[in-house]
C-alpha cells in the first residue's frame, strides 16, 4: 500500500536495502482523501471482534506477541489517525514522501 510503502521504488545501490520509495504530492493528496474517509470506530469495532485465537503462521504469532489483543485497537486507531494527519499535512502543503526501511 502506497500510503505505508510507497509508491514508486527508486533502485539506490548505496542504500542498505537498495532502494527508497516515493509518494508524489498528486499521490500524497489522493492518499490524503482516502485516509479522511476511513470509519475509524468501525476499524476498531472490527479488531475487537476478530478472533486472535487462531493464528495462521509463525509470523502472525510473532506480531501478536509484541501487543495484546486488548492492546491493539487502541494501537491501531492511533496509528491510522497519526497517518491520517500525516498525509493531511503533507497534502495541504503539497508536498510528497520519502520512505527508507534499514
Request: net charge negative.
Amino acid at each position: 500500500m502506497a500510503v505505508v510503502g510507497g509508491a514508486d521504488a527508486i533502485a539506490c545501490s548505496t542504500l542498505e536495502n537498495g532502494a527508497f520509495s516515493v509518494v508524489s504530492p498528486d499521490q500524497a493528496t489522493e492518499l490524503a482523501a482516502r485516509l479522511a474517509t476511513l470509519d475509524v470506530v468501525a476499524i476498531e469495532t472490527a479488531i475487537r471482534q476478530a478472533d486472535f485465537e487462531e493464528p495462521v503462521d509463525e509470523h502472525e504469532i510473532y506480531e501478536l506477541e509484541l501487543i495484546t489483543p486488548d492492546e491493539g485497537p487502541e494501537i491501531i486507531v492511533a496509528e491510522l489517525e497519526r497517518l491520517t494527519a500525516f498525509y493531511a499535512k503533507t497534502a495541504d502543503s503539497k508536498l510528497g514522501v520519502v520512505m527508507y526501511t534499514t
